[in-house]
């Protein structure tokens, strides 16, 4: 991904990352328009820069069916089951028991420490050039979760086997947005 940082200003880049192509991964775009790696570096810049996930998720479901809504926390365990690959032991099922504001801040946390820079010489306008790569050799996604569940349970001290069979209902079949 070219410019690193780039020149778009927050609000922009909030446009460009609340469509379908990010949100959506049963529609034609998730898979044609790029590639995950892709989505991850622009997601990622994008939060590096200061910008709310939770604001461009809500940007995206305004106004939408319920069928394209509901994919979003789908989308959002792809984005994180990429990012660790799947080495978190039941990931899905710790997921599950998240809020979405939750499962976006672990998102969001993730994608801070996953980015890099790459500088290349572009021969075409004799600069250097800096590309967002993903590394994920850094991440601590398991200290990360646990971390975050550990805040879950110190808000919600009397949370009953119930409620997270409703959280996890939600993210199988419903939509939080």
Excluded at 64 to 82: A, D, S
Aim: glycine residues 6%.
């Amino acid at each position: 991904m070219n410019d690193y940082y780039g020149s778009v200003p927050l609000e922009e880049y909030e446009q460009i990352l609340a469509n379908r192509e990010y949100w959506d991964n049963i529609s034609g775009e998730w898979g044609m328009c790029s590639k995950m790696e892709d989505k991850l570096v622009r997601l990622g810049t994008f939060v590096q820069r200061g910008g709310d996930l939770n604001r461009v998720i809500a940007l995206y479901a305004e106004g939408r069916e319920y069928t394209y809504r509901v994919t979003i926390q789908h989308c959002i365990e792809r984005y994180l089951e990429t990012l660790t690959k799947k080495c978190i032991q039941n990931l899905t099922l710790r997921l599950y028991k998240l809020e979405k504001e939750e499962a976006v801040k672990l998102l969001s946390e993730m994608l801070k420490v996953s980015i890099g820079i790459d500088f290349r010489y572009d021969k075409y306008t004799s600069r250097q050039v800096s590309f967002g790569i993903l590394d994920t050799r850094n991440l601590d996604a398991e200290g990360i979760l646990s971390a975050i569940e550990q805040e879950h349970r110190q808000a919600h001290p009397d949370e009953s086997i119930e409620d997270i069979r409703k959280r996890v209902h939600t993210w199988i079949g419903d939509s939080w947005w």
